[in-house]
DNA sequence: TTGTGAAATGTATACGTATTCATTTGCGTA
DNA sequence: TACGCAAATGAATACGTATACATTTCACAA
């Protein structure tokens, strides 16, 4: 590996010198400066980030803890956080962690001295928030938040399960199922508030919870099928739960939506697709969650001047082809 | 920050000792390592992995420069990558690259001490592969490869064309238009070249190259469906362009496959959605090619032996439900 | 010419870790 | 008890960079 010892001693100078023509160029003599800068050429050298940042104690890299990708809703916020961060010089380290797993992806990202973290993947009352919190280092949480976070972007996930219920019940559906993952995570116990709100108490053979996997899906729709009366529409507490009743549907012949209506959360660019088309509850402002995460978190790492930063987005309904009349 | 010699201060001991604890347990006498991890425990100490890669010359990171995740191949590759990546122990250095963003992509990411890099956007003929072939660590392609790749990970893509575009003909089809990306890249080129084989020249009106985003599909289906004689079907480059032709057409309400033949290439997931049935070619082995190229990539970065690596899985035509008789 | 101050450059040090080498400890044996 | 040897530990150093501080250079005025 060259490192800047070798640059000065090919360009003649010293290496606080090389150190310089790259950090204040301004402090440096022309001349000097395209010796040094000759040799950087010559010799192909790229600083080592390890060592700055070891020296400065700062770093240009934030870490990502994002959701699994099978969910469209994590691919969009994945790539705008990415793009944007590599857009203002960021490096991304970035994990795909299930539910259960945050706390080991957790141990082993703060090894790496970073200068902040985004993540979704926290539970309610999360064991490892106390940790997050203790860290110096600033982090958000989008789409899902802790019971005690000072530092979330979400959409208002309790109006999202309202108006998901309403717009069913408007189009004149009683027997309306839900289907969700875990309650102990902020989003889809928000939403199933939201429901309960619209519609009352459901009952109960018509509520599935903890659905994270393609395979609990197929076992949720083969359930509500079998019952003596079978739910004429679903609310699914996200996108990505959605698409896969449909998938589950198509491959049954089952009609949507003249016998079945669904409708999702999330509003992913993939619902709107043409073979798609499904009805779903969304931000407003249609911004993707995780490029407004990061752009706060960014903001928190380079202002220094910490706030708390709540953003709930407003929702509507997009209304597409997956529901109607009942 | 707390270090390795607060933790020695507080323990009792030196700082070798609190390193060899780590990394050497069994050279350090038991009641010596338990005050150790007492004082770690106590004092919440992590390790500074940037230091530790400054002194030891070696790093757990690996540095992904994917595709963009609006094509349903590289989230599934990148997903897979990521995760295994991260149970051996890698952390990921993730960076989405439109096609001509290479070279800047390549230059900050060099700047991180890494084991490794896998990369899918090269062209053909790409200037940066000098600097990756120079550089002293392992590298590996997927899907697409350099002309002088000496390690890379891809399907059989002339034979996917050619099947792609065979199946289109047994099928009886004659007027058969080709969608696909740059020429300059190694996928679309032998994809095209397949096509060429099965159908021999295709008249010009017929093939459309460099169609990247999705308002480039949507300009090329334009073009297409004013044709004096329009194609009764097209071949797709890859899923993803098909995906995007099949929005077109179904909010235009063109019946597929029933008005047009859609074919793609890569077999992603979404392909197989009820909602979709895409029919396409992939990996008769249907292995996640970004899987692959990490297992390839770890195994060169451990065993230091680095033989050529060069795998090309062959393919085969997954027929759904966007092709039928003419 | 000489003195002065600013600009340019060099020297020395710190960051946190792993490791080599030197020193100490402790144990078994004579 | 004393000796020797292995095991355990400590001291010192290197990794590559940025920067505080010391030194040199240089232009300009007296």
């Known amino acids: 590996m060259v490192s800047s010892k070798d640059v000065a001693t090919q360009a003649g100078v010293s290496q606080a010198t090389v150190s310089r023509v790259l950090n204040?160029?301004?402090?440096?003599?022309?001349?000097?400066?395209?010796?040094?800068?000759?040799?950087?050429?010559?010799?192909?050298?790229?600083?080592?980030?390890?060592?700055?940042?070891?020296?400065?104690?700062?770093?240009?890299?934030?870490?990502?803890?994002?959701?699994?990708l099978y969910n469209p809703f994590f691919v969009e916020t994945t790539s705008a956080i990415v793009t944007y961060a590599n857009e203002r010089g960021y490096q991304v380290n970035v994990q795909f962690v299930q539910d259960d797993e945050l706390a080991e992806a957790y141990a082993t990202a703060i090894q790496t001295k970073m200068a902040g973290m985004i993540l979704s993947c926290v539970f309610l009352e999360d064991a490892i928030f106390e940790q997050l919190t203790h860290m110096s280092i600033p982090f958000i949480t989008y789409n899902r938040k802790h019971a005690?976070?000072?530092?979330?972007?979400?959409?208002?996930?309790?109006?999202?399960?309202?108006?998901?219920?309403?717009?069913?019940?408007?189009?004149?559906?009683?027997?309306?199922?839900?289907?969700?993952?875990?309650?102990?995570?902020?989003?889809?116990?928000?939403?199933?508030?939201g429901v309960q709100q619209a519609l009352g108490e459901l009952p109960q053979e018509l509520i599935i919870h903890d659905t994270a996997s393609k395979a609990e899906v197929f076992k949720a729709h083969a359930k509500l099928k079998t019952l003596s009366a079978p739910p004429t529409a679903i609310v699914c507490g996200a996108d990505s739960i959605a698409l896969e009743v449909m998938d589950v549907a198509y491959k049954e012949r089952i009609q949507i939506p003249e016998e079945l209506s669904i409708i999702g959360i999330d509003n992913v660019e993939r619902s709107r697709h043409g073979a798609i088309e499904l009805t779903t509850v969304g931000s407003i402002s249609e911004r993707n969650l995780g490029l407004v995460a990061i752009q706060e978190l960014i903001k928190m790492i380079e202002s220094e001047k910490k706030p708390c930063i709540q953003i709930t987005e407003s929702v509507k309904v997009f209304r597409r082809s997956t529901t109607q009349p009942c």
């Open 24 to 68: 204040h160029p301004d402090r440096v003599q022309e001349k000097t400066r395209r010796k040094v800068e000759a040799a950087i050429e010559a010799l192909k050298y790229v600083p080592n980030a390890h060592a700055r940042s070891l020296v400065q104690d700062t770093t240009k890299l934030i870490t990502l803890l994002s959701g699994p």
């Open 148 to 193: 005690r976070n000072e530092y979330f972007v979400e959409i208002d996930n309790v109006q999202a399960g309202y108006l998901a219920a309403k717009h069913l019940q408007d189009l004149g559906h009683t027997r309306i199922a839900f289907i969700g993952g875990s309650q102990k995570v902020s989003t889809f116990r928000d939403r199933f508030i």
